[in-house]
């Protein structure tokens, strides 16, 4: 049987890169798993990112800060796995990067050869200069990440603040762009500054509440999915609400076991 997307081209690196110059918005959004990878694949969309967000996500942290890269890279193979169109980017996680652009180099290419993913995401941008062009020199393809970055969650007093520096942002992304990054995720800046970006730079501009004007825009998928409790920032749309979707069916589940409705007759061998 064939599968219902093996007729569609892959994206790859220069197909996502030349996707500006032609006018056509990029769609992105987290997997860490298998069978996500392979539902968000199937349903058409660009480029998965193995956020480190899996910490918060699924292992339950209170930040990004305590992943890994055994972690990411365990990850890592298990989207590319389910995944037969989608452009997949691993983010680099806290501290596999930033001691020096050898270990950069060595971490981002331990990320490639043993998930199989076409590009890595790393934070930063000016200040990260050595290290995205050292990468980028090794043949790894590189995403760059501005404004609210949330490795450096320390510095900037906490998670989700809204970064405004105008001057800061312009020499971020233009930073990360002359270093040989191929996109940039902006987040958490005002739309007109991102827009501003987003016409300055030729690679592609990822949003996640950064406004309309970005070249794509990125979500968590268990924040637009409406999985997180309690979880409503002003820059997520929740398309839907399997959290209660999925506890109601739990519960009737619990309830017909209790009351020995199931398993019935049709559910039992002879």
Not at 9 to 24: D, E, I, N
Not at 169 to 195: K, N, R, S, T, Y
Request: proline share 4%; hydrophobic share 40%; aromatic share 6%.
């Amino acid at each position: 049987m064939t599968h219902p997307e093996s007729k569609k081209r892959p994206m790859t690196v220069p197909r996502f890169l030349a996707a500006k110059s032609q006018g056509r918005r990029l769609s992105m959004i987290t997997a860490y798993d298998f069978l996500w990878a392979g539902i968000f694949d199937a349903a058409g969309i660009d480029s998965i990112l193995v956020g480190d967000t899996v910490g918060m996500v699924v292992q339950g942290n209170n930040t990004t800060l305590p992943v890994t890269l055994e972690e990411m890279i365990y990850h890592g193979r298990m989207v590319v796995r389910g995944t037969r169109n989608a452009l997949v980017i691993v983010d680099m996680p806290f501290m596999s990067y930033q001691v020096s652009p050898k270990q950069a180099i060595e971490n981002a290419g331990r990320m490639i050869k043993e998930t199989g993913a076409s590009a890595i995401k790393l934070e930063g941008g000016l200040t990260q200069v050595e290290t995205i062009r050292a990468v980028a020199r090794a043949d790894i393809p590189v995403i760059a990440h501005v404004g609210m970055k949330p490795q450096s969650i320390r510095m900037l007093g906490g998670m989700g603040k809204i970064q405004r520096d105008e001057e800061q942002l312009l020499q971020d992304a233009h930073a990360a762009e002359d270093a040989g990054a191929f996109g940039i995720v902006l987040e958490l800046i005002p739309c007109q500054i991102a827009a501003r970006i987003t016409r300055e730079l030729s690679i592609p501009t990822i949003g996640i509440g950064a406004g309309r004007e970005c070249d794509g825009q990125v979500l968590v998928n268990c924040d637009m999915l409406g999985l997180t409790e309690g979880f409503q920032p002003k820059f997520l749309k929740q398309y839907a609400d399997l959290r209660s979707i999925a506890t109601e069916a739990i519960q009737q589940y619990v309830e017909e076991v209790r009351e020995g409705i199931f398993p019935g007759k049709e559910h039992s061998h002879d």
